[in-house]
């Protein structure tokens, strides 16, 4: 998103593209006639791309481009890839416990994000190891019907971590 927009009397170009509120194709003029044209619309003329040959200019309100612009970019940000979730589960852990756990990653399966399901062993348990592989296959076997494995469950350290995507 572009910081400042250039506006009516402050375009310089020679010619112009000029496009009007419902973004319908005016045509090519000096950027004088284009002002005047949207002088008498009530409304600004507003630079859109100074790159284009010729630079492409809009008759709206300001205001309202600058709202339509902000929209835009706030909606935009919120498109990026899949984000990854993290769910923490101890190796002995009570069975509602778990079971709560399991509903917040279902939740953000169906959300559309992935979910690193990580078993953290602390001080000895990672002497029992046995305990944390049931916890992480009782997670997986639960969650099977709306994800799919993307990496088995491997030991890095002290943590036991997989990772799932939601189902087509």
């Known amino acids: 998103m572009r910081k400042y927009h250039r506006t009516n009397q402050y375009i310089t170009h020679p010619q112009v ?11 090519i003029m000096s950027s004088q006639e284009a ?9 600004d003329l507003v630079e859109i791309s100074d790159k284009a040959k010729p630079p492409i200019v809009k008759i709206i309100a300001f205001n309202k ?28 852990m009570a069975e509602n416990d778990l079971n709560t756990k ?10 559309g ?6 078993v ?30 993307d990496q088995p469950p491997k030991l890095l350290g002290k943590l036991l971590i997989a990772q799932v995507k939601p189902k087509k």
């Open 17 to 27: 593209r000029v496009i009007d509120e419902a973004n319908k194709q005016i045509g």
């Open 35 to 43: 002002f005047s044209l949207a002088k008498e619309q009530g409304l």
């Open 65 to 92: 481009f600058k709202y339509l612009e902000s929209k835009k970019y706030k909606t935009g940000q919120g498109k990026s890839a899949q984000d990854t979730k993290e769910v923490r589960f101890s190796p002995f």
């Open 102 to 111: 399991i509903k917040k990653a279902t939740k953000f399966l169906k959300g």
């Open 113 to 118: 994000d992935r979910v690193k399901l990580v």
């Open 120 to 149: 953290k062993f602390t001080g000895r348990q990672i002497t029992k190891k046995d305990f944390g592989d049931r916890v992480m296959q009782y997670a997986l076997l639960k969650l099977e019907d709306v994800a799919e494995v």
